[in-house]
Each structure stands twice: as structure tokens, then as C-alpha cells.
């Protein structure tokens, strides 16, 4: 009761305060247009007491002091003017002004109870027809706030236009209240949501007016929705400190869907707050600017004078540069010409001594004009930017921004940033330079020609006869469809939970291979010695076999091609069979005991079998440094090749056209090729690589050895002599049990590589090394990381793989997910699918 008494005590006193005489001059006219503000606070005032009574609950006594403070502040200035009753020149101009000055209404929600927000409601829904400017809502302490996540929402909405600044940073928020936040949008300037547990950002509420977004430290948040940012046109600043993104692909098509970014940052400077360009980094060359910091939230944009200072600080250097990079085509350099950024360079031999002095002359203008860039100490960086040639990539990819990671970008910048791109990122496949319409490629094919249109020239420049071909407008097609879909489709391809007596039970496939005639086909073995042939189009089984015996995984499995409704499998407790699909039913209860033609001698410790291509042979190798060789007809063991390597032997790989050449990966280092016909005592030659060797296997025309060894190191060697002819340059981890396999894709086209500790696969040109994309694997149902076991291109379709994926936690988790790169997530259901790996996932190919 005593706080109701003091309450209306305050506002009769105010009332009467700004009940001033008649004024005859200008000022006495201003200064009773600022009373009739100041009453229209008081009404505000008491109608949030009246809305209390309303909602029969007590005033916060918080909440009457701001608008208290807000309506002392007009009667002071009011008070201070009509001090000695007529208003000088000066005084006007003052007071004018502060009729001119915005009023910002500032909402603490930590010092909020849920009873409060309902009359808080009733009062900004009429906010429109105020005097009040702005409304600031912030969480400032990090205590956890137990407001009605709800009620908060409403209170969002209820203000509408005039919300300013929301920051929820360090707030326990819901997942309702974040999807209703993403999902519903606001009319927010500024956006915090730091230290929030957002998985996948979704954000695609209208939010246009929202100008700068922070998102640091929300180390859930792993990936970005296709259409996350579609409707956020005015937004200016993104940043994304210490988050999980980690993908260049999807990362930059969903920024590129933002017109107005400039400023963006993945890590920050320890000096710098905000996203803008660090004064200290440009110190040297006279640009520091102590003011140039300002804080988003406070000055609402960024100082665009500032910004140009420091954009034009490098022009001298920058348009010589430019110039000479067009003058040696950087573009067309070969990937053994690539600069070093910290000084040294080596220069294909056609370029000229001058251009080479011209060169020289302009790193040391670049070392000279970015001097500072070396006191640049990178902080709280998300995963994306430890990718090789982060920063470039994503520069190219948004030509507007002006600010990366503190960090500001250079005509010259832009330009090295190309000539990178150039050498290890391919745009499009097959070298397509420009998107073509799917339309205007059928339109060609049909018509039979295949201009190409350079947007220098106006005449159209015809290439040579092969453009009119088939599989150029199929490349042409796979192009297009590819480069319009940064987020492919992913699904699995079945549960298999159907064909078990135990309704809860689901098989666990621990390798598969395609069928080598029929496109809709596939054979997978599981972790519990089952083997599967399942129609991978429609999920349907179409052959079971149960595991026979001790509990076994099948490790190895591979079709015959002469006769192809036959597949040998092999169990890492030595078990080889051979099996006729079509005498394999597709149910247990149906199960018969001829489903094996064959059974072969044991081979202990068993990890990869492999067939020649003519069928009459197969090799086995394991967790040994022998390897077999079997005869299919007769079922007998041939021959057992002792101590071929000096470590196990995990993969043995007949080559596609000759039954009698092989090669083997070995973990001690080495890949060696054989010959059966000299009698497999010395290898042909023997190719090094820098850790142990986890598979091998030769391009579909035998020109090529892909090797893959731990933790990423794949490289393409010649079959002839086993010479490097490519070596992919990917990215290492440092663990010793990241354990990498990788296959070819569109015949040797492409090459496909995933590793154990890690959720991606990653796409290469298998002739220039460049790569294409990256295709980041999780659970849809938990979110959690599914980490590659192994991987196959799909053999009948372009630009489709599948991909053996596993999760550990919270419960072990084996599916087999088909990837479409020419297709969108957005088409069909998307699947997007654990840490520490058993070292068994070394095993097998």
C-alpha cells in the first residue's frame, strides 16, 4: 500500500512541476511542447499503475524508476530553461535541440519477475503513439534468467518498431523460444545471442531491420539453414566467434544471401569488440583511429569515413599489383607456381626477369603496407577457419564484404585472394566457368549447338566438335544442377529394423559395395556377421544371411563380374564364403542352408577380399603381413605370400583389366605392386608415404593408384611406375588413429576421401587437386557428429556416393547414407548425420 501511495505521490509533484506560465516568446513555445512530452511520459507512467491494478499484482519498484528517470530527465531540462523566465538565442537552440534528442526506454529482464511482463505488455502496445524512441531489452548479469520464455516473446512483439537493441546473450533459452525468435523475426536493430545453445541456425523470421547479429560463443551451433539469412536485407555486421561452423560450402552460399554484409568474423582480435577493422593492426601506416571502435549496439552503424581511410591505405601497391597478376594470367598458372604469403615465391620459368623483379618489388610493398598484420593474435576462432585458405575462400565467395576477422580487405587482398581461389577450389565441375541454366542446356542439346558467350566479347566463341557431344551437355547438366545447391540431399537408405524377430533391434552394416551391373542393388555386411543385398532405391531387402557361428564382423565383400548375382565375403574371424543372391531369401523365416556356394579356407584376422576381374581368382588379406590367394572354382587356397610387408596388410586390390596385377597398403608405409605372373617375391616398385597406409585402389582404366594413409594424406600415384602425380594436400588432424579412406567418383573423374575422427567427406579433381566440396555428415535426430567409416562413389550416377557413417554417443549408431550433390536438401527429407573410435575402425577398406 505504501508503495501505490508513493507512486501516485510522485506523479502529482511531476504534474505540477510542468504546469509553467504563459510564454510570449519562441522558447516559452518549446518549452511547453516539451511539457506535453513529459505529461505523455506521466501517462505512461500511469497506465503501467493502472495495468497493474488490472492484473491485480503489485508495481516493481524497478520498473516505476525507469520511467521515472526518463520523465526526470525532460522535467530538469524544462526546469533549467525557465530558470530566469525569458529564453536567450542560446537557450533556444538548446532547447530545440533537446526536443530533437532520442529517448531510449531500457527493459532489464533480470530484474523482471513474470508478473511484471503482462501490464509491461499493456504499455508498449500503445509505445507507437509516445514520445519514446527506442527500447533496449538486455540480459546484463549471468545469472540465469526463469522468466516465462513465452511472456518474454510477447513482450518482444508488443513494443514491435521500436525495438532496438534485444541482447539475450548468456540467457538459458528453450528451443520453443528459439524457434519462435527465428522462426516469428523482430524489429530489432541489434541481436545478441551469445552463449546460446543453438544447434542449427534457422533464422528465417523477417528481420528487416536487423543490422548487426552476435552469435559468438554458441559452441552448439554447427551449421547454417539454406535459408537462414533470406530475410535479413539491412544486416551489416555477423559475428560467429567460437561457434562449430565449419563448412566453406553452405557457410558462404547462406552469407552470400545478404546484401548489405560488410563486416564479418568467425575469430576476433583480442583488441577489438566489435566486427570492424582494428585500429592497432594498421598503426604503422597512420590510420589508428581511437574512435573507431564505437560499439555497434551504442553508435548503430559503423563509421563509413573510417572505413574508407583504411580500404585506400594500400591503393599504391594495389593497382600495380593487380596489373601484374592480369599480366601473367594467374588464373591459368600451374598449382606448382602457388606464392607464399609470408614472402618467398616460386614463379613458373615463362614469366620474365622483369616481371619477377616487379613481383619481388611488390612484396615488399605488400610486407610494408600490412606490417601491422602481424600483431593480428587470432582469439576464439570457430573450426572454419583452421580450413586451408579459409580467409581466401571466403572473400572470394562475397565480393561486398569489407571487414573478415578484424581484418580489413584490400583491392590487393581480393586479388591474391583470386589467384588462391584459382589454384585450389573448383567454382564448378569439369571446369565450367559460369552457371548455366538446366533450361538453356537442354534448349542446346536439343538444337545441337553449344555457344559460349565470354562477357568481354559479343560475338559467340565456338569450341571444338566435342561440345555438341553427349557426355559434354551431361557434364554440362551436372555442372549446373551441382553449383545450385550448396546443401545436397542426404538420406539413408534404410533402417533394416524390419526383417527382426526383436522389434527394437536394427542391423549395423560395417561394409557394403554397390552391384557392379545392377544400378538398384547394393551388398552390406554388419558389425554381427549378417550379410544384407538390399535394393538401395526403395529400401526393400532382397537377400539375408544370417551370422553363422561366433559372433563376427564382416569385413570384407566383393561382387563377381562375369557372374554378377555371386559375392565373396569375408569375417574378420576368418570366415570366407561365397554366395549365390539368388539363392538368398529375403527374410529369415524363409532362411535355407545353400544360400553359400562356397566356403574357402580360413584366413585369420581377415580385413579386406578382393576378386580379379575375371572371376577365377580372389585375394585375402588382414591383420598379418601375408596375403592369400584362392582359386573360386575348386574353393582351394592357391598360394599364401609370407612377409610382403613388414607391418599388417590392410588392404589387397586386383587391378580392373589384368587378373594378374595387385597392390597392397600396408601400415608400414609402404604400397607395393605385384605381379602374379614373376612369382610375388619382389614387388614391381614400392611407393613411400609418411604414416601407415590404410587402403589402396586403382582408377577405374588402372592408370592410377589412389593411396590413402592416416590422417589424410591421399595421393594419386602412377600404376606404371608408382611415381606422385597428384597429392591432394588435405588438411591433417595430428591423431594417429584417424584412420582415411577415399575412392574415385565419375569414373577417375573425381576422388572422394572421409576419415574416422571426422563428420566430412571431401571432393577433389583428380587431376588438378583442386577441390570441390565438402559434405559435412549428422544425425537429424540428435544432432551429434556421424563420423565416415567408409565411403563409395556410386558407379551408375554422377555425382552420388554413399557413405558408411557411425556415431557413438549418446548410443552406438551405423547407417549408410546416400548422397545426391545434383539435388537440394530442401527436395526430400534431409538426414543429416560420436568421438573417440575404436581401433578397429582401421580395418578393411
Not at 174 to 191: E, I, K, Y
Not at 671 to 676: A, E, G, R, S, Y
Request: with cysteine.
Amino acid at each position: 500500500m505504501i508503495l501505490w501511495l508513493g507512486a501516485f505521490m510522485n506523479v502529482n509533484v511531476l504534474k505540477r512541476c510542468i504546469k509553467v506560465g504563459e510564454y510570449t516568446t519562441q522558447a516559452g513555445m518549446e518549452l511547453s511542447q516539451m511539457g506535453i512530452r513529459l505529461r505523455k511520459q506521466f501517462y505512461f507512467h500511469g497506465k503501467y499503475l493502472d495495468s497493474c491494478r488490472k492484473h491485480e499484482t503489485l508495481p516493481n519498484s524497478t520498473v516505476l524508476s525507469w520511467f521515472s528517470e526518463l520523465s526526470l530527465q525532460y522535467m530538469k531540462d524544462i526546469i533549467k530553461r525557465n530558470h530566469n523566465g525569458m529564453a536567450s538565442v542560446s537557450l533556444r537552440a538548446k532547447i530545440q535541440k533537446s526536443c530533437h534528442e532520442k529517448s531510449c526506454f531500457v527493459v532489464s529482464l533480470d530484474q523482471l519477475k513474470d508478473a511484471d511482463i503482462s501490464p509491461l505488455i499493456d504499455v508498449f502496445l500503445e509505445i507507437d503513439s509516445s514520445d519514446i524512441d527506442a527500447v533496449d531489452i538486455l540480459h546484463k548479469t549471468l545469472t540465469p534468467c526463469f522468466l516465462n520464455e513465452e511472456h518474454v516473446v510477447s513482450l518482444m512483439h508488443a513494443i514491435n518498431q521500436k525495438l532496438r537493441v534485444v541482447d539475450l546473450s548468456d540467457m538459458s533459452l528453450g528451443n520453443d523460444m528459439l524457434r519462435d525468435l527465428c522462426q516469428g523475426g523482430l524489429a530489432c536493430h541489434v541481436l545478441n545471442l551469445r552463449l546460446t545453445h543453438i544447434r542449427k541456425l534457422n533464422m528465417v523470421g523477417k528481420f528487416m531491420r536487423l543490422h548487426t547479429l552476435n552469435l559468438d560463443f554458441c559452441t552448439s551451433l554447427t551449421s547454417l539453414h539454406e535459408d537462414c539469412f533470406s530475410c535479413m536485407p539491412n544486416l551489416v555486421s555477423l559475428s560467429m566467434c567460437e561457434t562449430r561452423i565449419s563448412n566453406l560450402w553452405t557457410t558462404s552460399a547462406a552469407l552470400a544471401k545478404l546484401p548489405s554484409l560488410t563486416e564479418l568474423r568467425f575469430q576476433n582480435c583480442l583488441c577489438c569488440k566489435d566486427t570492424g577493422p582494428c585500429p592497432a593492426l594498421y598503426a604503422s601506416v597512420g590510420l589508428a583511429d581511437a574512435t573507431f571502435q564505437a560499439s555497434a549496439a551504442d553508435e548503430g552503424v559503423e563509421n563509413n569515413a573510417n572505413l574508407n581511410r583504411y580500404k585506400n591505405s594500400a591503393d599504391h601497391y594495389e593497382v600495380e599489383f593487380s596489373n601484374y597478376l592480369q599480366r601473367i594470367n594467374f588464373k591459368e598458372l600451374s598449382s606448382n607456381a602457388l606464392p607464399n604469403l609470408n614472402g618467398r615465391a616460386k614463379m613458373p620459368n615463362e614469366i620474365s626477369d622483369s616481371d619477377e623483379i616487379l613481383f619481388s618489388k611488390h612484396r615488399q610493398g605488400l610486407k610494408d603496407a600490412s606490417i601491422g598484420l602481424t600483431k593480428y593474435i587470432s582469439h576464439h576462432p570457430s573450426p572454419i577457419c583452421f580450413e586451408k585458405h579459409y580467409r581466401e575462400y571466403m572473400v572470394v565467395s562475397l565480393p561486398n564484404l569489407e571487414v573478415l576477422d578484424n581484418s580489413l580487405i584490400r583491392r590487393m587482398d581480393r586479388d591474391m585472394a583470386k589467384y588462391v581461389y584459382s589454384q585450389y577450389f573448383e567454382y564448378l565441375p569439369y571446369k565450367r566457368k559460369q552457371k548455366e541454366s538446366v533450361v538453356s542446356l537442354l534448349q542446346k542439346r536439343e538444337m545441337g549447338t553449344s555457344c559460349i558467350y565470354y562477357p568481354n566479347s559479343s560475338k559467340p566463341k565456338h569450341r571444338n566438335p566435342n561440345r555438341n557431344s553427349q557426355p559434354f551437355f551431361s557434364r554440362s547438366l551436372s555442372a549446373s544442377k551441382l553449383g545450385s545447391y550448396a546443401w545436397p540431399l542426404l538420406y539413408p537408405v534404410s533402417s533394416f529394423s524390419h526383417i527382426y524377430k526383436q522389434e527394437n533391434k536394427r542391423l549395423r552394416p560395417r561394409q557394403f559395395e554397390y552391384h557392379p551391373s545392377n544400378s538398384s542393388l547394393m551388398a552390406f555386411g554388419t558389425l554381427d556377421g549378417e550379410v544384407v543385398v538390399i535394393n538401395h532405391e526403395n529400401g526393400n531387402i532382397a537377400g539375408y544371411i544370417p551370422s553363422i557361428g561366433a559372433m563376427n564382423s564382416i569385413l570384407g565383400l566383393c561382387w563377381l563380374k562375369k557372374y554378377p548375382s555371386k559375392l565373396v565375403a569375408g569375417s574378420d574371424n576368418g570366415r570366407v564364403t561365397l554366395f549365390d543372391i539368388n539363392h538368398i531369401p529375403p527374410k529369415v523365416a524363409d532362411m535355407c542352408d545353400n544360400s553359400a556356394v562356397a566356403t574357402f579356407y580360413d584366413f585369420e584376422q581377415l580385413t579386406s577380399v578382393h576378386v580379379n576381374s575375371t572371376d577365377d581368382q580372389f585375394l585375402a588379406s588382414g591383420y598379418s603381413k601375408n596375403v592369400a590367394l584362392y582359386d573360386i572354382n575348386s574353393g582351394k587356397r592357391l598360394q599364401l605370400f609370407s612377409d610382403m610387408h613388414r607391418e599388417p596388410i590392410n588392404v589387397a586390390k586386383f587391378a580392373h583389366h589384368s587378373p594378374f596385377m595387385f597392390a597392397t597398403s600396408s601400415f608400414d608405409h609402404d604400397v607395393k605392386m605385384w605381379d602374379l605372373r614373376q612369382k610375388p617375391v619382389h614387388p614391381c616398385y614400392t611407393a613411400s608415404s609418411s604414416s601407415g597406409n590404410v587402403m589402396v585402389c586403382f582408377s577405374p582404366d588402372d592408370l592410377y593408384l589412389l593411396v590413402s594413409a592416416v590422417d589424410n594424406e591421399v595421393k594419386q600415384l602412377l600404376a606404371v611406375d608408382g611415381r606422385v602425380h597428384m597429392d591432394f594436400d588435405i588438411t591433417t588432424t595430428g591423431s594417429t588413429y584417424n584412420y582415411t579412406r577415399s575412392y574415385y567418383m565419375n569414373g577417375r573423374d573425381y576422388i572422394i576421401s572421409g576419415s574416422c575422427d571426422e563428420h566430412v567427406v571431401r571432393i577433389c579433381c583428380a587431376q588438378t587437386g583442386r577441390r570441390l566440396r565438402d559434405v559435412y555428415l549428422e544425425d537429424g535426430e540428435t544432432g551429434k557428429s556421424l563420423f565416415v567409416q567408409s565411403l563409395r562413389g556410386d558407379p551408375f550416377r554422377d555425382f552420388h556416393m554413399s557413405v558408411l557413417a557411425v556415431s557413438m554417443r549418446p548410443k552406438s549408431k551405423w547407417e549408410i547414407i546416400k548422397v545426391n550433390l545434383l539435388a537440394s536438401s530442401s527436395h526430400g527429407e534431409e538426414s543429416s548425420y560420436g568421438h573417440h573410435i575404436h581401433s578397429s575402425y582401421s580395418l578393411g577398406g
